[in-house]
């Protein structure tokens, strides 16, 4: 009975913390909130897409952000003009009250907005994102490339990559057998055969027993971790996974509240923690990076979007001690380059010997093109 009555205070009180804040005018005029502008955008050939928003102010700079075109473009760009009327009028430097004043907005909605005030702070601070969080920890960042097929590994290590991400690719039927683990280990030879750092993506896609297995086969390779090696699975499971190999285990893209990730930190069953900037934004992910410290846990940024997302989590790798590498989507087309770039600038997204350098200027870093942004819309 005590520990439920110590549970209900904590409950309340918690609740009444979260409560949104009463409106008040902006501190600076100028920088009350205008306006919500949201743009569903798609990569001509490969059809990555997602939504990139901009949020204007009365009289200072405007604001970039980026999310998910999740669970379809329509319904997320809906999503951000019901937001709009709430946030109209807002001080766009109260980033922490507007996230509690969006508590009932879908995730992506929450992290995009807070993405662009601190592209508006950085941009009236003059000074990066991350030296308004906590100041630079590194002076680069190791950039992951997402390959689709084995056959894009030639062109990212000639574009600058030197650590990648390669998908399980799952037979067909319902049972994987002994030619499952020597195909997967045929890949992954091939891919070793520059001395690559590797990842192994399951997308969770194979039982527990089979990340299990492939962990513990597949140590000899040294991957970096084998990441989300199970679907929905218990603790008892997971755990599973990561106490029978040294394989690195990594999970959590698919996490939203950091009360569900504070649950897997407390089983010491993860060794990588996979947040998505694009549904967490800067300031909450750094706040999940923080807690995994505490558990000597790595932090990688998720990221399957554009541009943005990529300004945005070079932001948390650059104020977050403990982060270890960022995924950076792979465009094999030219022509889904050029819209990246168009979209955000050249140089943001193209490493030097596996390294990203951290964006130097105001705010996330980058000049937007709206015109791209137009040019690319569904």
Not at 42 to 65: I, L, N
Not at 225 to 248: C, F, H, V, Y
Not at 260 to 280: G, K, M, T
Request: hydrophobic share 45%; net charge neutral; glycine share 8%.
């Amino acid at each position: 009975m005590p520990a439920t009555r110590s549970l209900a205070k904590r409950l309340r009180l918690a609740a009444l913390a979260a409560a949104p804040p009463p409106q008040a005018p902006a501190r600076r005029p100028d920088l009350a909130i205008r306006g919500l502008d949201a743009w569903a955008v798609a990569e001509p050939e490969g059809g990555r897409a997602y939504v990139v928003v901009k949020v204007s102010t009365d009289g200072g700079p405007d604001g970039w952000g980026e999310t998910r075109a999740a669970p379809d473009a329509e319904t997320a760009v809906a999503a951000f003009r019901q937001a709009e009327a709430t946030l109209r009028g807002r001080d766009a430097l109260a980033a922490e009250a507007t996230r509690r004043l969006l508590a009932g907005e879908p995730a992506g909605v929450r992290a995009a907005v807070d993405m662009a005030l601190l592209d508006i702070q950085g941009k009236v601070a003059k000074a990066p994102g991350y030296d308004l969080l906590s100041g630079r920890t590194r002076d680069k960042a190791r950039a992951l490339a997402i390959l689709e097929r084995d056959e894009d590994l030639d062109l990212a290590r000639r574009m600058g990559f030197r650590a990648f991400s390669a998908p399980v690719e799952i037979p067909a039927g319902p049972t994987r057998g002994r030619a499952f683990y020597e195909q997967t280990f045929e890949r992954l030879q091939g891919l070793r055969r520059a001395g690559e750092d590797l990842v192994l993506d399951c997308r969770g896609e194979t039982t527990a027993a089979e990340g299990a297995a492939l962990a513990a086969r597949f140590e000899q390779f040294h991957l970096l971790w084998i990441d989300e090696p199970a679907g929905e699975i218990n603790e008892e499971a997971l755990r599973k996974i990561s106490d029978q190999s040294t394989t690195p285990v990594g999970w959590g893209r698919s996490i939203v509240d950091n009360a569900e990730f504070q649950d897997l930190l407390r089983l010491q069953a993860i060794d990588v923690f996979r947040l998505d900037v694009a549904v967490h934004g800067v300031r909450y992910a750094r706040r999940a990076a923080a807690l995994a410290e505490a558990h000597y846990t790595a932090i990688a940024p998720f990221s399957r979007g554009g541009p943005i997302a990529t300004a945005a989590a070079l932001q948390v790798a650059a104020s977050t001690p403990n982060f270890f590498a960022l995924d950076v989507p792979f465009a094999r087309s030219e022509r889904d380059r050029k819209m990246r770039t168009e979209i955000a600038g050249d140089g943001l997204e193209r490493p030097r010997e596996g390294f990203l350098a951290l964006p130097e200027g105001p705010g996330l870093g980058v000049e937007v093109d709206e015109g791209a942004l137009r040019r690319y819309a569904l």
